[in-house]
Structures are given as C-alpha cells and as structure tokens.
C-alpha cells in the first residue's frame, strides 16, 4: 500500500468514527429524554392517592343521614331512654318497670316493691316505699304509682311533684303550661263525681290518632284508633287539674274546642297519669 494511500485512509477512518460517537452520543441523549423520569411517576402516584385519600373521607363527612325508619325509630328510642336515665316518667316507663311488662310476686320482691292492700288480683297498685314525700293534706305519700292490670303494667301515676315528667310538666303546674306543652291539643272530661266541682281532666293521646270519634264517655277501641308504631302499646296522659273553675259539659272534644272555652280553664296539675286507655279511662282505679 503506497504512503499516500495510507495518509487519506486515517483521516477517514477518524471521520468514521468521530460520526459514529456523535451518531450513539445523539441517540443516548434521545434515549433519556424519551424515556419517563422513576421519581417523578413516584411522587404524582402518591399525590394521586393521597388526593383520592381526601376525596373518600371528603364523601364520608358529607354523606346525608340515613332516611331509614329503624334508624329514626331508634333515634327516637335512644331519646326516650335518656329520659328515662334521666329519672323522668316517660312512654317507655320508669325506674325498672316500663309498659305492657309481665309483673310476678317474684319481680315486686326482687325489686323492692310494695303491694297496694286491698286491691284484687286483676287490677292492683305497686310502687317503691324509698320514693315518697309528705303532701301537706293527705300526709306521707308514695311519689309515684304503678297500675296493674291483668299481670301488667298498665299505668303510671305520678304524686310528688319531684318527679320529672318527660314533657316538662311537673305536679304543681298551672294548666297553662298543660296546654302549652300539647299545642292546645287535650280533651277536657270531668268524671261523674266532680262535675259541680273544681275537678277536671285534661287527656293527650301520645302515639296514636282516632280515626273514628268514640260516643262520650265510651271505652277507646281498638277499631278507632291508628298506631304510629306498630306493635307498640297505644298510650295516653291524663293531668289531673284541681282549684279551677269547670266547664259545663262534660267532655269537650279537641275538634271542638273554642278560644273562649280554652280562656275558662284555670287551676293546677295535681297528679299525672300516662298508661293504656283502659286504665286512663278507669275512673275509680282498681276500686
């Protein structure tokens, strides 16, 4: 091979291979930049999941209160029972005893409980001899009373004005306050020994509605009447009102109350009674 043949191949060859280098340099340098960045995808992954981390707990505050009737119901039960707590008669009943329960020899004693002497078998009164007061007219008294009728908790009467009523109305209230605490919606009855007297009542259905009108003075049936919760006991109140003037009728439906007739009402609560129909409507008790 002559010299000069040798002189122009180096410098090709050195051509050659400075293109290669440039060619492979240029292709890396594309290579990388094509090519995603491993930190970078890290950190939008986790900004990813901690966003949709807020957006999950964002749903679950703000999800709406469930519509459910056995969640309301409960709601309303768990109400009542804090009343109950609380030491206030309520439509679940008082102290150990609540409505419609089954009353033994063995639960009176076991629980402490006093029998009414002289009552019968069907229909008889309890109550706690712990919780009692002194009236100023009728002496020591029991505080509060239990009905039984047919082995059960049929009513509860309450005497001491001590006791707390879950309606905030205690013995001693002005009937003002009786109507305000019922919107004005009670039924006025006198019973048949005080109808020349300053004797009357004032009756709230609690958890059910007529819906046919019963003849005056006549047992509430089952037939007239719509529970609001089935299965239930239906329930009512009774506020015994004394030193007020009374009306001239005997009973005054609530449909047909007038403003005047509702003016005339004056007196005090003297006890509270809260039970089935059937024993609201016993005037004489268990006599």
């Known amino acids: 091979m002559s010299f000069l043949h040798l002189k122009l191949s180096i410098p090709l060859i050195k051509i050659a291979m400075a293109a290669t280098v440039l060619m492979a340099t240029a292709q890396l340098i594309v290579g990388c930049d094509s090519q995603p960045s491993t930190s970078n995808n890290d950190s939008t992954a986790q900004t990813n999941n901690k966003d949709k981390d807020i957006a999950a707990r964002a749903e ?115 009937v003002t306050a009786v109507m305000k605490a019922h919107n004005d919606q009670l039924t006025y009855e006198v019973d048949k020994y005080a109808v020349d007297g300053d004797y009357y009542s004032l009756i709230a259905n609690i958890n059910f509605k007529v819906i046919k009108e019963s003849s005056p003075k006549e047992l509430l049936k089952a037939d007239n009447i719509e529970l609001n919760n089935k299965g239930s006991l239906p329930l009512q109140i009774e506020y015994h009102i004394k030193g007020g003037q009374t009306l001239n009728d005997s009973m005054i439906k609530t449909t047909e109350w007038t403003v005047d007739n509702k003016n005339l009402l004056k007196g005090e609560v003297e006890s509270i009674d809260i039970g089935i129909p059937e024993a609201i409507y016993l005037v004489e008790g268990c006599s």
């Open 60 to 174: 679950l505050t703000v999800s709406p209160a469930s519509t459910d009737s056995w969640a309301t119901d409960k709601t309303a039960a768990n109400d009542a029972a804090d009343l109950s707590d609380a030491q206030a008669v309520s439509p679940l009943g008082y102290g150990h005893l609540s409505f419609g329960q089954v009353i033994t020899p063995e639960l009176i004693t076991s629980l402490g409980m006093t029998k009414a002497s002289g009552d019968n078998e069907q229909c008889y009164y309890i109550h706690d001899p712990k919780l009692s007061y002194t009236d100023k007219a009728y002496g020591a008294r029991a505080s509060v009373l239990y009905q039984i009728i047919d082995d059960t908790v049929a009513l509860i009467s309450i005497q001491d004005p001590n006791i707390a009523f879950y309606k905030n109305i205690n013995v001693g209230d002005p």
